[in-house]
């Protein structure tokens, strides 16, 4: 029996697999044999492919995968298969590590690294200031290839996540995607870049790249990465991986993590100071009171949405975030007056764009953009009285005394909502205290 939670609005994936997982009886084959094997000329049936199996990350699956712990990978270019498979790694910051700072070259004009609103540009920021390079200790570079190829033909195992015993899968020129790759004299590097900090990823996005490269460079290692870049943080972060064995998915292992930070502008307390004493109290805007407790991710949403307009459905695709996430966070900016959201009269979809202020607010250099983002939050008296008792106590209260706050400015919410909203409050004053200078 199909499984599927009725808790939430079912998105156009949702639906459209549960429609597929019926006609097909896909969970009763998985159940005999292990796996199903689907072409795209059956899932276009009920909607685009491309559409229907891109999953960067385990939060972007269908409810109906993540309720029998499925997962989809590409064997062809018209053929996926599903199974309980092991796809996705998670990845972990090491909060300890210090960033490397890199001077950024003073002749070029033609990128702005304090306003980097794409991956494509994020990588060259990081190849012009040395960053590459400095992975292979100082070994000189090229920028060679990019962009979107066939894998060639080969087998791999990957492991099943209930048992982790493993399934073979034959791959037959599948289509993927490399971001850069770049040559040394004895290196070549494959990244796959996020611009936002990462919880998981399909591992499929550097192992197929690693097993295409692999079989063509002979004399040289090649050496899988994740890169990341936050607006929010200005941190470029490297995940330097192995396979201990070429036909293992799951023997992906990390070797070093190295962060780097391009000329960084420090925030001082009394920068916030300042912003604090000016605070002018606004009225609470008829928007829900905000359930998105980390703030840099409203950061890489309004990012998302530089000089574009995106459905719910477009902004859970190209992120991090489930359907329910979209909307406690698209709610989140538009509380914060950074975003909008109206109807487009041609599709009758509901569509998100930056409002005025958040387009102007995104663009400014970084330092200024944080305080800006900083004041935006203290203009509301929760968020003000909080910060206020963290500044007269020295350490951010706990949820309790929050929710004290909260009850004393009036909300027009109950206490069931304040009991769930607290632990934003908390998280959003966590992270202005994190942008100050320890200087």
């Known amino acids: 029996m199909i499984r599927l939670s009725n808790k ?32 795209s000329v059956s899932i276009n049936e009920f909607r685009e492919s491309r559409l229907m199996a891109k999953f960067d990350h385990h939060a972007n699956l269908p409810e109906i995968f993540k309720t029998n712990k499925l997962s989809i990978l590409s ?36 990128i702005d690294y304090t306003n980097l609103y794409s991956e494509s540009s994020a990588l060259s920021c990081a190849f012009n200031t040395g ?37 073979n899968i034959a791959v037959n020129n599948a289509q993927c995607e490399i971001d850069a790759g770049f040559e040394s004299e004895q290196y070549f590097l494959l990244l796959e870049a ?63 993590q190295r962060n780097y930070v391009i000329a960084p502008e420090t925030i001082t307390h009394e920068d916030v100071s300042e912003i604090f004493k000016s605070i002018i109290i606004v009225t609470e805007p008829n928007i829900p009171f905000p359930q998105a407790n980390k703030f840099e991710r409203i950061i890489d949403l309004l990012t998302l949405l530089l000089d574009k307009e995106l459905t719910k459905e477009g ?50 250099r ?18 003000y009285k909080t910060f206020e008792f963290t500044v007269s106590n020295g350490f951010i209260p706990d949820i309790s005394v929050i929710r004290q706050i909260m009850q004393s400015c009036n909300l027009n919410i109950n206490i069931t909502t304040i009991q769930r909203r607290s632990s934003t409050v908390r998280g959003w004053i966590g992270w202005i205290v994190n942008m100050l200078s320890e200087e």
């Open 194 to 256: 996020k611009l936002y900090d990462v919880d998981d990823f399909l591992v499929r996005q550097l192992y197929y790249p690693y097993r295409l490269w692999s079989s063509k460079i002979s004399n040289k290692k090649v050496i899988p990465i994740l890169m990341t870049y936050s607006n929010s943080s200005n941190i470029f972060s490297f995940f330097i991986y192995k396979f201990d064995e070429i036909l293992n998915y799951n023997s992906i292992r990390l070797v070093e």
């Open 315 to 364: 902004i859970t695709a190209n992120s991090q975030f489930d359907e329910r996430q979209t909307s406690y966070y698209t709610d989140a900016a538009r509380y914060l007056g950074l975003m909008d959201k109206y109807v487009d009269q041609n599709t009758k979809e509901i569509t998100f764009r930056l409002s005025e202020q958040g387009s102007h607010l995104l663009k400014k």
């Open 75 to 110: 064997i062809s270019r018209n053929k996926y298969i599903i199974g309980k498979f092991d796809s996705y790694l998670n990845v972990i910051y090491d909060e300890t590590l210090e960033a490397i700072t890199v001077e950024f070259p003073k002749g070029i004009e033609s």
């Open 8 to 39: 939430r609005q079912k998105s156009k994936n949702d639906i459209a697999w549960e429609k597929l997982f019926k006609k097909y009886h896909i969970l009763e084959n998985i159940s005999k044999i292990g796996f199903f094997e689907i072409g």
């Open 131 to 167: 960053m590459i390079n400095n992975l292979i200790d100082g070994e000189e570079t090229y920028h060679t290839v990019y962009g979107r190829m066939s894998t060639g033909t080969f087998n791999f195992n990957v492991n099943q996540i209930l048992d982790y015993t493993q399934h």
């Open 366 to 383: 970084y330092k200024i953009k944080i305080l800006s983002l900083i004041e935006k939050i203290l203009q509301h008296q929760v968020f």
